[in-house]
Structure formats: C-alpha cells, structure tokens
Nanobody, 120 residues
Framework: QVQLVESGGALVQPGGSLRLSCAAS????????MGWYRQAPGKQRELVAT???????TYADPVKGRFTISRDNAKNTVYLQMNSLKPEDTAVYYC??????????????WGQGTQVTVSS
C-alpha cells in the first residue's frame, strides 16, 4: 500500500509564505503523477499545481506567479512553495498521486490533507 503524508500547513498572515511537503512511501515501483489540490469550505476540490507527464508544470490561474511546485525524486517527495498568500488561499491542501506498485497495479491515492489558513 501507499502512504502520502502532507506537512507544512499553518496559520499565516496575508503576504506570508509557506512550504508544503508531501512524502510518499510504501511498496512503490514508480510514481506516474503527483500534484497538489485544495478544498475550501463549501467548495469543490480544485487543482492547484501538477507535474505533467512530460516533466513540465501546470498551475491554476489564481496561483500563477505565487506558487511553485518542485520535487525530490530520491525522496519521493513533492513540495509546494506558496508566496504572497491571500485569504482566498485558505483551504485544506491535498497531495495526489498515481502510483505504480511493485505488484504493477496502478492506484490513485490521496493524502489526508494539511490546513492552510491565511488571516490577519
């Protein structure tokens, strides 16, 4: 099985910065995809940032220029650097991955989420 553990969420003031981390562990053969999503109260879960199949990056319009996704392949970890945070960024942030297991099955897996609150 696979575990995705997010960390780094906190209460910050507008204009502040945070870095979220998502570490994958388990019987992993390869990680086909990793990305970040978020869900605010009463809203649908939405894409924030992802790595594409070709190794590029994709960002949702509201976070372009402020958020940066990165990864450490050796650690099976993906990061989300968030700068110039706004109150509307307040949400639970989730890591999502498509993972090929050692048994060669492919699964979709979500982390438990980490709370980001932007408020003065």
């Amino acid at each position: 099985q696979v575990q995705l553990v997010e960390s780094g969420g906190a209460l910050v003031q507008p204009g502040g910065s945070l870095r979220l981390s998502c570490a994958a562990s388990g019987s992993i053969f390869s990680i086909n995809y990793m990305g970040w999503y978020r869900q605010a109260p009463g809203k649908q879960r939405e894409l924030v940032a992802t790595f594409t199949a070709t190794g590029g990056t994709t960002y949702a319009d509201p976070v372009k220029g402020r958020f940066t996704i990165s990864r450490d392949n050796a650690k099976n970890t993906v990061y989300l650097q968030m700068n110039s945070l706004k109150p509307e960024d307040t949400a639970v942030y989730y890591c999502h991955a498509l993972v090929t297991l050692i048994a060669r099955s492919i699964i979709s897996h979500w982390g438990q989420g980490t709370q980001v609150t932007v408020s003065s």
